[in-house]
């Protein structure tokens, strides 16, 4: 739709709320093993097979289909650090928007268009991290855009180009294969069934087209089989089906394999999907005359999609929002026509509100009150991965076999391998059931622990200790015979077994570092600290308190005081350490 100034002010204050979302820590555990694969095949020149990575499962086959994001991840590394690796993939997430928002301007006007728009986004951010979900969703909102048109040869030829590309960055490009072949059921259905009486032919499309589309469909689903795994590797979306529906027991303790929970989503996301969905229905309801149905069949199955598994949830909003745009078109076509004065002020309403919760974004209120422990910035999050407890392990333990739990197992592969390889990491499909069964159960009892650690040959153990459970694993291990606490900071604690002594509780601990940012990443703190509380210092603080005094007691109660003091001096609002220091009323200051 042509548009005045006010209508690309809504269009632009909109994708600059969803460019500004992209603007984060690397806060994602998957990310690193993704990192150092990427370095992998840079090093080497191949896609490995076999699991170069763990003592626990060497050489099983690994079906690593992502192999071209991780090389061009590891790129954007090399260029400039954890800031080029979090705004390569935010401009692919900001381009996927950017694709969605000219699908959605083409029926409705800008205010409109915005509104479906920053819905689906709002659905997916969680799922802005630096994982090959990035790609997806670009090329997923690229070939709905393109399908949205009039298919000649050059869309046949581009759609199955973007296969390609798509096939060896992503399992879930098998998604490309099933948007197409949804576009050509819809035409041929309405070809096929006579429609009702006063029903519009918008489902219809030309023969020649319907025949494009064939071939496109025909040459997508070959592209599929274009990556170094061959049919082996077009068939592994047929495995992550039956992980993400829970039958697999890799997938039983993993929050983004259950089917989807709005209580367990972030209220950002929940609003967005219960928002987007009953404006579908609403738009199926005021519209089922003219339904187009390739549009309606994609909305369907991208919402059955959604409610199969929480890492699902963010595709919903892409696949919805074409058949709520042409659903609401016309009824915003006559809003527009009644009013000439309503649409400026509805344009310049949405802008400003998505300038506000930029604003919201960049001063941390909104993850706050998002329930999520985002930050805007650039840099890394060292309150999820620790720098000081690998260097410390490195340094001090380096031919130890280490147990460590999943969040830090892809960190301890980034930071460590080749000298280090872990006993468990991200890449769930590759481990074998029994070895996850093993993890899991040693997480669960401390005894198993034991009967594993002489099993394996463990000689040290680095937890993530916020994380439910960890603090008292950790504490039991520190009771075993020959084993001791080594090292704890904010967010992870290094045991060993080496029949050493424990040293004094000064001489094992270590910082609260909560960010590690240089160069435009620390230039950029510079700019936004003066305008927000510090809240990643402050958890850091608390968190480190916490351990000190869970696993010490009441004889490090000035440690930790001292740490739910800072937290509290940093964070006045921050519940946890004031619940801290009134559990320590009672023991007496030195």
């Known amino acids: 739709m042509r548009g005045s100034w006010t209508d690309r002010l809504a269009g632009l204050a909109g994708l600059l709320l969803i460019a500004v979302l992209q603007v984060h820590r690397l806060d994602d555990s998957d990310t690193w093993w993704h990192l150092a694969s990427g370095r992998l095949i840079a090093d080497t020149g191949t ?76 659905i997916t951010v969680e799922r802005f991290t630096a994982r090959p979900e990035a790609v997806t969703l670009c090329l997923l909102a690229t070939s709905l855009l393109v399908l949205d048109g009039r298919i000649g040869w050059r869309a046949v030829a581009l759609l199955v180009a973007m296969q390609v590309v798509w096939a060896n960055c992503h399992a879930l490009s098998v998604l490309g ?103 579908a229905a609403l738009a199926a309801m005021v519209s089922f005359r003219r339904w187009r149905l390739s549009s309606l069949l994609t909305a369907a199955t991208f919402v059955a999609l959604g409610a199969m598994a929480r890492r699902n949830v963010a595709l919903v909003g892409l696949g919805v929002l074409p058949f709520v745009a042409e659903g609401f078109g016309p009824l915003a076509r006559r809003l527009a026509a009644a009013s000439h004065r309503l649409v400026p002020t509805l344009n310049l309403a949405m802008a400003v509100t998505a300038l506000v919760v930029a604003g919201w974004v960049v001063r941390g209120t909104f993850y706050q009150s998002m329930r999520m422990t985002r930050a805007f910035g650039l840099g890394e999050s060292r309150l999820l991965f620790s720098a000081g407890a690998v260097d410390w392990l490195q340094a001090n333990a380096p031919e130890a076999r280490v147990f460590n739990d999943d969040l830090l197992g892809g960190w301890l592969l980034w930071r460590a391998w080749p000298q280090r390889r872990v006993f468990f990491d991200g890449r769930l499909q590759m481990y074998p059931p029994a070895v996850y069964e093993e993890y899991e159960a040693a997480l669960a009892d401390s005894a198993r622990f034991a009967a594993l650690a002489e099993r ?89 308190g916490r351990a000190l005094l869970w696993l010490w007691g009441p004889r490090v109660a000035p440690l930790a005081r001292a740490d739910f003091e800072a937290a509290l001096a940093l964070w006045p609002g921050f519940d946890a350490p004031a619940t801290g220091l009134r559990s320590l009323a009672s023991v007496p200051r030195p």
């Open 177 to 279: 294969v099933g948007v197409i072949g949804l576009a050509l059921a819809g035409t041929l259905v309405a070809r096929w069934v006579p429609l009702p009486a006063g029903w519009t032919a918008a489902s219809r499309r030309p023969p020649d087209e319907e025949q494009r589309l064939g071939v496109a469909l025909v040459g997508s689903a070959i592209a599929e089989a274009c990556t170094p795994f061959g049919l082996t590797g077009a068939l592994f979306p047929l495995r992550l089906l039956t992980v993400i529906r829970g039958r697999d027991v890799t997938s039983l303790g993993i929050v983004e394999h259950r089917p989807t929970a709005l209580a367990e989503l972030s209220p950002a996301a929940a609003f967005g999907l219960v928002a987007l969905v009953a404006l």
């Open 47 to 122: 896609v490995v097979r076999g699991d170069p990575f763990s003592f626990t499962a060497p050489e099983a086959p690994w079906v690593n289909r992502q192999w071209l994001f991780e090389l061009g991840l590891y790129g954007l590394w090399v260029l400039g650090g954890a800031a080029a690796v979090a705004l390569g993939c935010g401009a692919l997430y900001l381009g996927a928007f950017a694709a969605a928002w000219r699908l959605a301007q083409r029926r409705l006007p800008a205010w409109a268009a915005a509104i479906v728009v920053l819905l689906a986004a709002l």
């Open 456 to 544: 394996r040959g463990i000689g040290a153990v680095v937890l993530h200790h916020p994380a439910p459970g960890r603090l008292e694993l950790a504490g039991a291990i520190g009771r075993m015979p020959g084993w001791r606490i080594a090292y704890l900071d904010g967010g992870a604690i290094v045991l060993v077994r080496d029949g050493q002594p424990t040293s004094t509780v000064e001489g094992v601990t270590g910082p609260t570092t909560a960010i590690e940012a240089t160069g435009a990443a620390a230039l950029l703190e510079t700019v936004v600290a003066p305008l927000r509380v510090p809240v990643e210092e402050a958890v850091s603080r608390y968190q480190r």
